[in-house]
């Protein structure tokens, strides 16, 4: 096997190869620092005194990631000793692959705080860009990726500052596996977090095929141009999230089709990538590239409606400021359409503002004042190639613009089975299909292709039978209160517990108003049914429901309608009764959220309904779940181009097929994290038969693989993956000469035995993960589940891994862990294991109904919610201080919930009152001088070691007693301080740690 420094060896060697020079000589930061300065006063032709370039140094070197990153690409100025400016750049950035590129080995950074040694650093005109962690075949990246993370987090770490703050790229590697993401603030950069923010790339190539190994990896990404343009060109700096983001592969080939096919003038064409996969990132940048193309006259990127206008311009600025302004209506388009601003180059507008510019019956007559531009290049490209409105204003396009070139993106492009019988350019009504309109695929990116590279989730679809020998035929609704009951039944296990939320797509209007009602209906009588003195076992829904109205006249709902094709044809009959039954659910809304919207502001009360669908994103703790949402019943909206990570269930009542099936499936397979598997789709029409169609048509992928991709395993085929998991656990634990029992876990002897434990056990939970969001399990399938691992076993084992994984972690964690144990190589997945049930506010329900006098039937026994907690990794840092306040409790003391929470606050500050004096007597100190010092560091979360020796110095000592000491006393001090921090960093801290 390649040892890791064999790995390192052979490829700088494969640098060398792509024309790196390799520098043996640059080791430190003296040395980095020196070679830095070479090459910054060759490339601005300046010589600098050894005091001008400390102090340019020290200017430009910037603990804030996004400003190092700006900086780099900036032409910056630096003032002179004698007074003058000097204009300078850190690297060519004109031409970026005139750079002078090297690269280093085991690079040492030592500052006050960290000493870290980096594997492989990239160096672009001295500057250090790239750097290659590098790890044995056996050890999976992740772990490098790990130990980059916990690099960062050291307080005074060479990312803050050195030169290193300028690094670009991680890229980590066991030469079969290549992975790859951007430096970013630590807020961006957090893989424990419930929701990961940090996005992992994998090279490939532009038919998507994988580039995992490392040597092909070096040939395609690292050569000197191929890294110059990842740098230079795609990657993004999010202005409004201070983040760097980079495109992913399908992204930058789409991008750099586009750009070819304008510069060499080859016609129109569009871009086949999926829901989901970053559409609005990939035209940005195409549109800020042509932007320096002096042949191109204007970009017009065009969207339908004017919430789309909005997100979309709000979302181009995000990427850059101020890069497009608001085209409050045609008469501002057509202004900024004349004018010679190089602002003014990329606009952003709506289709329909775009069809009045060119409306030759306009009073206005804006296309008389458009006529400057008839013969000019004019690249339009269009957020979604098959808007409704789109054909009415293609021939207008191409009449006007002569020269003009178009482009679309779709994630569902119309084929000759899915083409409607539409007028389009003003010819004989025929079947349009997006290839008749845009000529050619210039890339494609299908869902196929996302789901494999989880960039979406696949499917997990449950087709509902109801009770009783005569079974629906496809297509058939079956009645309404049987599908009421089957969501209500379902809901829990589809969302996890209500950590995600749902949308209902129905028929109709009229649907739609009669599921409300029975919905209201239905919870009410069960919520009368099932109350307690105590508590309600039934958790009733928050549901609301969100339908345009009749247009009347008013142009905003005309447009909002113009793709709600059922809505706007439902509300041609009986429109008052429509009204009405809006009005009505409105005021439910009102009063369910203390808000005022109006049916007049329509555009208002659905920009609310969207927000709090994903509101779901904040935990109840942080956000009370009486503000969410957990169902949506709707009729057309939110089927197409809205987005949750935290929506993973639709329910259908509604006949789907072809692009519109995909569209409204894609709202539920957003990535978040191992707790959200799949996207859940339960369907009450029986359209396996649409299901097949769509997958055929649109996974670009011959159709057995296609399935096997899209839609996740049976029941069954997972339920004997579990089976397997669990006697893997049982033969490893028999194999350690232990039963197979939680309690036997704390006897396995030595690290490797218990990491395997962790390894084991993560693939049952997994598994289990998965089933617990099966809505369409038999009770025969639930039986053998039990029976498999019961759950009260379970919950034990949940809690041996926490246990087990917490040791391991800080063992991990600790400086100079050997990299060739066992321990090393473990991935902690503790989101596996985060419950959205066993929260704080479910501990504190749960302790308050323990200890009424007449308990309900949902009582528990002191040890089943000690072990309940134990086993979440929600509440790991509150654990034992809830277990020991729990066991100071008395069943039948009839405490209330609020003055269960006010107990427990009492007692957390009674026991690091009672463990600072043991400390503080235990080191010979005053215990009040010691709670001044604990408080000055909580309220500053920053350690100062000065205060330190002001704390030490009543005793007396030499400097050298007193530095034992002070050593002796941070022994005991700083778990107690780490844990009061509750996972914040205490700057400085890390000094005193092992």
Same mark, same amino acid.
């Given at each position: 096997m390649t040892s890791e420094q064999q790995l390192e060896q052979d490829f700088i060697s494969k640098l060398t190869e792509l024309k790196y020079v390799y520098r043996s000589d640059i080791r430190d930061r003296d040395t980095l620092e020196a070679n830095f300065r070479q090459k910054f006063?060759?490339? !601005? $032709?300046?010589h600098l005194t050894d005091a001008e370039f400390s102090r340019l140094r020290d200017e430009i070197i910037n603990a804030d990631v996004f400003l190092a990153s700006k900086t780099l690409r900036e032409r910056n100025t630096f003032q002179r000793e004698d007074g003058t400016p000097l204009q300078y750049t850190l690297v060519n950035v004109k031409e970026w692959c005139k750079n002078d590129f090297e690269v280093v080995n085991q690079l040492r950074m030592n500052t006050q705080n960290s000493h870290h040694r980096y594997d492989v650093m990239l160096l672009i005109n001295g500057v250090p860009v790239v750097q290659v962690e590098l790890k044995s075949y056996s050890v999976s990246p992740r772990r490098a990726m790990q130990q980059i993370v916990d690099y960062k987090n050291d307080p005074g770490n060479g990312y803050t500052n050195s030169l290193l703050c300028f690094t670009q790229l991680f890229i980590v590697s066991n030469r079969s596996e290549t992975l790859y993401f951007t430096n970013n603030q630590n807020s961006h950069f957090n893989f424990d977090a419930d929701e990961q923010f940090l996005p992992v790339y994998r090279f490939a190539d532009e038919d998507n095929r994988k580039v995992s190994d490392l040597y092909e990896f070096a040939d395609k990404f690292l050569s000197k141009c191929d890294?110059?343009?990842?740098? *230079? $060109?795609?990657?993004?700096?999010?202005? *409004?999230?201070? $983040?760097?983001?980079?495109?992913?592969?399908?992204?930058?080939?789409?991008?750099?089709n586009i750009i070819d096919c304008i510069q060499q003038n080859r016609g129109n064409g569009y871009i086949w990538h999926t829901t989901g996969s970053g559409k609005t990132l990939t035209s940005f940048k195409a549109s800020t590239l042509l932007k320096d193309n002096a042949d191109i006259e204007k970009c017009l990127f065009v969207v339908d409606r004017k919430d789309l206008d909005r997100q979309t311009r709000e979302e181009f !600025?995000?990427?850059?400021?101020?890069?497009?302004?608001? !085209?409050?209506n045609t008469e501002t388009l057509v202004r900024r359409m004349l004018s010679n601003d190089y602002a003014d180059k990329v606009i952003v507008t709506t289709i329909q503002k775009l069809g009045l510019a060119l409306d030759s019956s306009n009073k206005k007559n804006y296309k008389d004042r458009l006529k400057p531009l008839r013969n000019k290049r004019i690249v339009f490209i269009f957020d979604e190639c098959h808007r409704s409105q789109f054909g009415d204003n293609h021939q207008a396009i191409k009449e006007f613009f002569p020269k003009a070139q178009l482009f679309g993106f779709t994630g569902t492009p119309i084929f000759e089975e899915n083409a409607t019988y539409t007028q389009v350019d003003g010819e004989q009504a025929s079947y349009k299909t997006t290839e008749d309109i845009f000529q050619k695929q210039l890339h494609s990116y299908t869902i196929t292709h996302a789901i494999e590279d989880k960039n979406v989730l696949s499917f997990h679809i449950d087709y509902f039978k109801p009770e009783g020998k005569s079974l629906p035929k496809p297509g058939e609704a079956i009645a309404k209160k049987a599908v009421v009951e089957a969501i209500l039944a379902k809901h829990d296990a589809a969302t996890n517990h209500h950590r995600f939320n749902a949308v209902l797509a129905t028929a109709s209007i009229n649907d739609a108003i009669t599921y409300y009602e029975l919905f209201k209906k239905a919870q009410t009588k069960q919520q009368a049914a099932d109350d307690t003195e105590a508590s309600p076992r039934f958790r009733p829904l928050n549901i609301a429901c969100v339908f345009s109205p009749p247009a009347e006249g008013n142009k905003d709902i005309q447009q909002i309608q113009e793709d709600l094709t059922q809505e706007k044809q439902d509300n041609q009959q009986n429109p008052d009764e429509k009204k009405k039954a809006l009005k009505t659910i409105i005021a439910d809304y009102n009063a369910q959220y203390g808000t005022n919207h109006r049916i007049e502001d329509f555009d208002l009360y659905y920009q609310d309904v969207q927000k709090r669908i994903k509101d779901h994103k904040y935990t109840d703790a942080d956000y009370p779940h009486k503000n969410k949402i957990d169902l949506v019943i709707v009729v057309d909206m939110l089927l197409t181009g809205f987005d949750s990570k935290y929506l993973n269930t639709l329910y259908v009542d509604k006949n789907l097929k072809y692009h519109g099936l995909i569209q409204a499936f894609s709202r539920t397979n957003r990535v978040l994290n191992d707790t959200k598997p799949y996207g859940n789709v339960l369907d009450f029409r029986q359209q396996q038969t649409e299901v097949d169609k769509a997958i055929m048509r649109f996974s670009g992928e011959e159709m057995g693989r296609a399935r096997e991709i899209w839609l996740v395993d049976a029941a069954q085929v997972v339920i004997e993956k579990f089976e397997k998991a669990v006697q893997e656990l049982s033969s490893f634990m028999q194999a350690q000469g232990l039963p197979t029992s939680p309690d036997e876990v704390h006897n396995l002897r030595g690290d490797a035995a218990r990491a395997e434990f962790i390894n084991r056990f993560k693939e049952v939970q997994r598994f289990k993960t998965q089933l617990d969001q099966y809505t369409d399990l038999s009770p025969e399938n639930q039986a053998t589940i039990d029976t498999l691992l019961p759950e009260d076993e379970l919950v034990s084992f949940r809690v041996a891994y926490l246990e087990t994984g917490k040791r391991l972690k800080a063992q991990q964690d600790k400086p100079g862990t050997d990299t060739d144990s066992p321990v090393d190589a473990v991935d902690f997945e503790f989101v596996l294991f985060a419950s959205a049930l066993i929260d704080y506010d479910y501990i504190m329900g749960l302790l308050a109904r323990f200890t009424q006098s007449k308990p309900s039937r949902e009582t528990m026994t002191r040890e089943q919610v000690i072990g309940l907690l134990s086993s979440s990794a929600n509440l790991m840092d509150e654990r034992d201080d809830m277990v020991a306040y729990i066991n100071t409790l008395q069943m039948g003391s009839g405490l209330t919930e609020r003055e269960i929470r006010e107990g427990y606050g009492r007692f957390k500050t009674e026991k690091i009152a009672r463990e600072l004096s043991v400390i503080a007597h235990t080191h010979g100190l005053e215990t009040e001088h010691l709670q001044r010092f604990v408080d000055g560091i909580m309220n500053r979360l920053i350690f100062d070691g000065e205060q330190l020796s002001d704390l030490m110095a009543p005793l007396g000592l030499g400097w050298k007693a007193r530095t034992q000491r002070e050593l002796a006393l941070m022994d005991d001090l700083g778990p107690l301080l780490k844990k009061r921090a509750g996972g914040r960093e205490i700057a400085g801290l890390s000094a005193y740690e092992d």
């Open positions: 006063e060759a490339l !601005n $032709r300046v890294l110059s343009k990842m740098i *230079s $060109r795609y990657m993004v700096l999010v202005v *409004s999230e201070q $983040r760097l983001l980079m495109m992913r592969p399908y992204q930058i080939y789409a991008v750099k !600025n995000k990427f850059q400021e101020g890069c497009v302004e608001e !085209n409050t």
